[in-house]
């Protein structure tokens, strides 16, 4: 199984960006999807995460401004990022929990990364 990121790049500060992470392979089933980001020099931080049921939750930092979203037939997760500040500038991971064929259950899997830069 793997995940794979889209629709990083550099983009103005107060624009958008809309990423994009999809789950290929065996899978049975996804439970939650997530959204981390790194900033260089800092820990990854988790930016917002969502449940196969719908239940979500974002970090309290970002509220209002991004927007987790998921389509569960396409094993695709989506992070609508609005009002971009130079701070949001950070490699953008997708982590999921994933029951995938012939494993006994969920295990923990992450894409590698895209980046998103904010300029003033």
């Known amino acids: 199984v793997q995940l794979v990121e889209s629709g990083g790049g550099l983009v103005q500060s107060g624009g958008s960006l809309r990423l994009s992470c999809v789950a290929s392979?065996?899978?049975?089933?996804?439970?939650?999807m997530r959204w981390y980001r790194q900033a260089p020099g800092k820990q990854r931080e988790l930016v917002a995460y969502?449940?196969?049921?719908?239940?979500?939750n974002y970090a309290d930092s970002l509220k209002g401004r991004f927007t987790i979203s998921r389509d569960n037939a396409k094993n695709t997760v989506y992070l609508q990022m609005n009002s971009l500040e130079p701070e949001d500038t950070a490699v953008y991971y997708c982590?999921?929990?994933?029951?995938?064929?012939?494993?006994?259950?969920?295990?923990?899997?992450w894409g590698q990364g895209t980046q998103v830069t904010v300029s003033s």
């Open positions: 982590n999921a929990d994933i029951l995938a064929l012939g494993r006994p259950r969920e295990y923990d899997q």
């Open positions: 392979g065996e899978i049975v089933h996804i439970y939650a």
């Open positions: 969502m449940f196969s049921g719908g239940n979500i």
